[in-house]
């Protein structure tokens, strides 16, 4: 089976683990039980090892598709159209809050023929632990179990089953079913985890299918009806939204950065991260977007999951950059080499090696979102303001160091402009914290640290030749990271050293700058030297990083302002199909990089609140 664009995929989840789902009705990678569990289902990484799970008309032509997401929800519908009628596939993952039975989890798959009459043919080849392991294929009257290292799932349904050898390109054995359907008729196909010594559930009748669909198109709703967000791009900021939310791990509150692991930022080449672990950073930025439309409760959740985590320090007091979504600390990275990768793109990587790199912004992001949450949310305690006080006093001794910076850059470490920013952020906000609250503070310390760092980033992180801030100190080259210095107060937004870094920005890379049309990249790859091989893409967070600059410079220069709108509007075009975002988009327009992005779809929200406020 041929590759699919990236952003031919759909995501469903429950908040333990999520699924991407194609326009042609496969499931080409599904993790399980949770994000950051080996995967059972990822063709999207190899087409003939990785396993799917497919549900389509057996026809091979003339089949057209629309998939499109259940209003306010997370509920997918993929339809058939064929000359012979009209066929829905609804995809969703039933949501189960609090602890209990695995079983619980699971994909449930309803086939509906909406009009007319049509031959279905469906195919279930799990390959177990990143397929590394040969699961056995039991077929059952109930349905078929598969049963792998540690792990076995049961594919309840009514259809026969027969069995599949490893063979006909595909590496894993499977199950398989060939159906006829007529108008109003439908089946249901549930996929779940079941014990060693058990069988399949029984075949899921109409009427709890219906109502397993009707709880999670409710839970959805009920959810995303708690939105403030009122303003001009709402379909859109709640599609965020509802992505960001499933992106969320339940029992703990962790986000994870992407679902996905080892989608290429470079077709071909070796830019390929597992992405399914929690970025401080990213989990940060998260609330800030959902606190900003009224999702306070996610915040809460993660502060107490970033207060565990600042109870278990490094020894020399500093925090790990991500963590796995349950806490752990070990995020050992290997590479897969026995799959081909999205489209021959190698190695395939899991687990992440940056997770031991210092990278000194996460403090300030850290602070901030604390500091947000204090006055959006809920008081922090006073234990935890114990534990933020010594990583703030840990910042003032560490922040001269070199570190890898916000890029997770491989390629040596340097006095990053933006690191030095946040750990501006990351003072000023224990500062004020300390103020609101009348917290016990060495006020003084911290202040004569915080105006140091300022003082250096004004000196060495301005060149003044270029007429921008730039990469890092003693350098020309520019980066879209310091786009965030207006937005963290560190300079006014129409500061002319400021005005003069959005100038040299929006440049094309032609001239030296980083933008094409709106598409904005991160750095250049050919003067920053960031120790990978390969080209990059532009980075999608960046474009909306670019419209806030712009709309907060827009405040005194309605032109500005009428930029970051048509900006903005214009990097709605390159959502996919049912409004998701990959990390970044290639230069015909394609989704490149893990998908969908959290960092891109809360950038959006962010952007759309301030550009609406603006606007006003």
């Known amino acids: 089976m041929a ?29 399980f039980p949770h994000f950051d569990s080996p995967s059972i289902f990822a063709a999207i990484l190899d087409d003939e090892q990785g396993g799917f799970f ?16 259940w209003p306010e929800t997370n509920v997918l519908v993929t339809r058939f159209f064929t000359t012979k009628g009209v066929a829905e596939l609804v995809d969703f993952m039933p949501v189960v809050r609090g602890e209990g039975d695995e079983r619980q989890h699971r994909v449930v798959r309803r086939l509906t023929m909406v009009r007319g009459n049509m031959d279905f043919s469906l195919e279930c080849r799990p390959a177990f632990d990143y397929a590394r392991s040969q699961g056995e294929v039991v077929i059952t009257g109930r349905g078929v179990i598969f049963r792998g290292p540690g792990l076995h799932m049961a594919l309840s349904g009514q259809p026969p089953f027969t069995s599949l050898e490893a063979g006909d390109g595909h590496a894993a054995p499977g199950a398989a079913s060939a159906f006829h359907l007529e108008e109003n008729e439908s089946l249901t196909f549930v996929l779940h985890q079941i014990p060693e010594d058990a069988g399949c559930s029984p075949a899921v009748p109409d009427q709890e299918s219906e109502e397993l669909f009707r709880s999670t198109v409710n839970f959805w709703r009920k959810w995303i009806g708690k939105s403030t967000y009122k303003g001009r791009w709402r379909e859109m900021v709640h599609r965020s939204a509802l992505t960001l939310k499933m992106l969320t791990f339940d029992p703990t509150g962790a986000i994870v950065a992407a679902p996905t692991a080892g989608l290429p930022e470079d077709v071909g ?18 609330l800030y977007a959902l606190q900003r439309i009224g999702f306070t409760e996610e915040a809460g959740c993660f502060m107490h999951w970033i207060e565990a985590r600042t109870r278990e320090p490094n020894p020399d007091g500093s925090l790990q950059i991500m963590y796995g979504i349950d806490g752990r600390h070990d995020l050992t990275e290997t590479t897969l080499d026995h799959l081909k990768g999205y489209r021959g793109s190698r190695p395939v ?22 500091y947000l949450y204090n006055k959006h949310g809920a008081p922090i305690s006073h234990d935890f303001w114990v534990q933020l006080r010594k990583l703030i006093n840990w910042v003032v001794d560490n922040w001269q160091r070199e570190d890898k910076g916000i890029w997770e850059m491989r390629g040596g470490s340097r006095h990053f402009t933006y690191s030095k920013l946040m750990c501006w952020v990351a003072l000023d906000r224990g500062l004020r914290l300390a103020e609101k609250r009348s917290f016990p503070a060495d006020r003084e310390r911290w202040l004569a640290a915080r105006d140091a760092v300022y003082e250096e980033i004004m000196t060495q992180g301005w060149n003044q030749d270029r007429g921008a801030f730039v990469q890092s100190y003693g350098s020309d080259a520019l980066d879209a990271s310091n786009l965030l210095m207006p937005l963290t107060f560190f300079v006014a937004p ?12 929006l440049k094309p890379p032609q001239q030296g700058g980083l933008v094409s049309n709106s598409l904005t990249h991160r750095y250049n790859v050919n003067t920053s030297g960031d120790g990978l091989a390969g080209e990059e893409a532009t980075f999608n967070i960046c474009s909306f990083w670019l419209v806030e600059a712009l709309t907060r410079a827009g405040r005194t220069d309605p032109k500005r302002l009428e930029d970051a709108r048509l900006m903005f509007e214009r990097m709605l075009g390159y959502a996919n199909h049912v409004g998701l975002y990959s990390e970044e988009t290639g230069p015909c327009g394609e ?8 960092f891109t779809h809360l950038a959006l929200i962010s952007a759309a609140v301030n550009l609406d406020k603006e606007l006003e």
């Not at 070796?270 to 989990?283: L, Q």
């Not at 129409?494 to 920005?505: A, G, V, Y």
């Not at 989704?591 to 959290?598: C, E, K």
Request: charged content about 20%; some cysteine; aromatic content about 10%.
């Open 494 to 505: 129409m500061d002319k050293r400021m005005l003069s870094t959005l100038d040299e920005i």
């Open 591 to 598: 989704a490149l990089g893990n998908f969908p992005q959290a």
């Open 349 to 370: 990587r899991v687990g992440n090696g940056a997770c031991n790199q210092l990278q000194l912004d996460i403090y300030g992001e850290l602070m901030d979102s604390v």
């Open 3 to 31: 590759y699919q664009p990236i952003d031919n995929y759909a995501l469903i989840g429950n908040m333990r683990t999520s699924a991407l789902v194609g326009v042609n009705g496969s499931i080409d990678w599904l993790c």
């Open 269 to 286: 080449g070796e830019r390929n991260w597992d992405y399914r672990y929690t970025w401080i950073r990213d989990a940060a930025f998260t």
């Open 54 to 69: 497919q549900i389509s008309p057996s026809v091979a032509d003339g089949v057209t598709t629309k998939q499109l997401y």
